[in-house]
């Protein structure tokens, strides 16, 4: 017996060997890395690559039923399936035998305890709750069983539950160690699990073997902070990232001189300026209808975005669909005569303006607030940039904040959230008629009435001018060659098994 043993001890570094795993890691170079990641706070665009590979919701997007992985095409997630028991009433069938990352099996107590803590008028979940408002109560039924019931018929839950904010977190987990402690160790049910985060550094992750869509085809997932475009590129280069975000388009062309790498891109959202009208400067329309004519969209997008960015149709999304999208809708006009002549109407006596963007957050950012700033001065408005790290953190009663930058996405693809959810907040004051008519258009199935109520919110954004678009933006990536990996429209950086492959 004691020969045996020591067979088997000798053996055991061998067989240990054996199991090694040959799977390659990835390091994915970008813009940030915050430091939390409770899925219910973390809905930002540098959040989202990182809790979309932690994390699972009810439903899913399948991205990958368009060329371009801008599909909008909902599939079962963690439910299996879905029927409608009333008009307020959806049941849902939880997949058996998924579990989270700490070996937990996901239930229905879980689904239950995950829409409770946001729709909680005390948490501090205020987005997300402003997402799932519609929500009335979610029931067990049985443990892999649960109702969600409306406050009225809604015609976006399913693309509500698809959303980031409606990923499933562990009751017991987050039970034990609290919202905070959550955000910085998070555990989800998604293909990859919670290693260690350095804020500001890296997030690192490992392949969820158990995952229910399949094994990852990679052993271990980082992301790592590298805010200044250069030093990404430089990174990409030297290989110590395989792959790279947020890249300008003046960069695309040396990346791929490289000869190690290529460039992939999707169209992902909508960048806009926010107008903060409860500033005495801004609260004359005529000086933000001015402003808005001022703008030059098609110069930004020629001389920014080398014409590959789009021009949207107004305040709408052709991800709305045939029967809510109206096409004919021009877009945002340049006339800087009308601008100079509304200007000298209005009240503005040559006040500044700032505006005010974030440094690295968004592609372009400071390029294209620099450019803006040069057409409203082009009128006769005493305009500067502002660049502030701490943009996101600025109130409406900051007297700085005159004007920021922000964006918004087709995710939800409803106009009762990528129009009513975006300008129905913050910094527009005078909104209650378009408040009004959004009540109306979430609780109504009638699609005609629901394209009526939207073509007029519209109207009101228009005329009220609480703020402008300005262009849709690609999202451009640098991968090393030899990985076959697309990504997704609005952020969404897929790693799961489907999407990520090695040649060599």
């Known amino acids: 017996m004691r020969k045996l043993l020591l067979a088997m001890a000798i053996m055991l570094p061998t067989f240990a060997v054996a199991q090694e795993d040959t799977r390659p890691p990835l390091t994915i170079g970008v813009n940030t890395v915050r430091s939390n990641f409770d899925p219910g706070l973390a809905l930002g665009n540098v959040d989202i690559p990182i809790t979309y590979n932690v994390f699972d919701t009810l439903v899913a997007r399948n991205f990958s039923k368009s060329k371009d992985r801008t599909s909008y095409e909902l599939v079962p997630g963690l439910a299996q399936s879905w029927k409608q028991i009333d008009d307020r009433t959806v049941e849902f069938s939880l997949r058996s035998g998924v579990?989270?990352?700490?070996?937990?099996?996901?239930?229905?107590?879980?689904?239950?305890?995950?829409?409770?803590?946001?729709?909680?008028?005390?948490?501090?979940?205020?987005?997300?709750?402003?997402?799932?408002?519609?929500?009335?109560?979610?029931?067990?039924?049985?443990?892999?069983?649960?109702?969600?019931?409306t406050k009225a018929p809604s015609p976006v839950l399913l693309q509500l539950l698809a959303y980031h904010s409606s990923e499933i977190v562990p009751k017991a987990y987050f039970t034990s160690v609290g919202e905070s402690g959550f955000g910085q160790k998070p555990v989800g049910t998604g293909p990859f699990a919670f290693v260690k985060l350095q804020p500001d550094e890296s997030m690192e992750l490992k392949a969820n073997d158990a995952y229910f869509r399949g094994r990852p085809t990679v052993s271990t997932l980082t992301f790592k902070a590298i805010p200044e475009v250069s030093a990404r590129i430089t990174a990409l280069a030297n290989g110590e990232v395989d792959i790279a975000n947020s890249l300008p388009p003046d960069q695309l062309k040396a990346v791929e001189s490289l000869g190690c790498c290529e460039i992939r891109s999707t169209l992902a959202n909508h960048h806009f300026i926010q107008y903060n009208t409860y500033n005495p400067v801004m609260a004359d329309k005529k000086l933000r209808q001015a402003l808005n004519l001022a703008i030059d969209r098609q110069l930004l997008v020629d001389a920014l975005w080398d014409g590959k960015a789009t021009l949207p149709h107004s305040a709408q999304y052709e991800g709305w669909g045939p029967g809510l999208y109206n096409p004919n809708r021009p877009t945002p006009p340049f006339d800087p005569d009308k601008a100079r002549r509304l200007l000298k109407e209005s009240s503005y006596k040559g006040q500044p303006i700032y505006y005010v963007t974030h440094p690295s957050y968004y592609t372009?950012?400071?390029?294209?607030?620099?450019?803006?700033?040069?057409?409203?001065?082009?009128?006769?408005?005493?305009?500067?940039?502002?660049?502030?790290?701490?943009?996101?953190?600025?109130?409406?009663?900051?007297?700085?904040?005159?004007?920021?930058?922000?964006?918004?996405?087709?995710?939800?693809?409803?106009?009762?959230?990528?129009?009513?959810?975006?300008?129905?907040?913050?910094?527009?004051?005078?909104?209650?008629?378009?408040?009004?008519?959004?009540?109306?258009?979430?609780?109504?199935?009638?699609?005609?009435?629901?394209?009526?109520?939207y073509q007029k919110m519209i109207d009101i954004f228009e005329e009220d001018a609480p703020g402008t678009y300005l262009y849709r933006a690609p999202d451009f990536y640098g991968v090393r060659s030899g990985i076959e990996w697309l990504p997704n429209t609005e952020y969404t950086m897929d790693f799961r098994p489907d999407n990520i492959h090695f040649t060599k």
């Open 364 to 453: 372009n950012g400071v390029p294209v607030a620099e450019a803006v700033v040069e057409m409203w001065k082009a009128i006769g408005v005493n305009a500067s940039v502002r660049v502030d790290e701490g943009w996101g953190k600025l109130t409406k009663d900051d007297p700085i904040l005159t004007v920021r930058n922000s964006s918004d996405w087709v995710v939800p693809t409803d106009p009762a959230v990528t129009l009513y959810m975006t300008w129905s907040k913050d910094l527009w004051k005078d909104e209650a008629e378009f408040d009004a008519l959004a009540e109306q258009g979430e609780t109504t199935l009638d699609v005609k009435r629901r394209y009526d109520i």
């Open 99 to 149: 579990s989270f990352h700490n070996g937990q099996p996901l239930t229905s107590a879980d689904v239950k305890f995950t829409f409770d803590r946001i729709l909680n008028p005390n948490s501090d979940y205020v987005e997300a709750r402003n997402l799932l408002k519609v929500i009335e109560k979610v029931d067990i039924v049985d443990d892999l069983t649960v109702r969600i019931t």
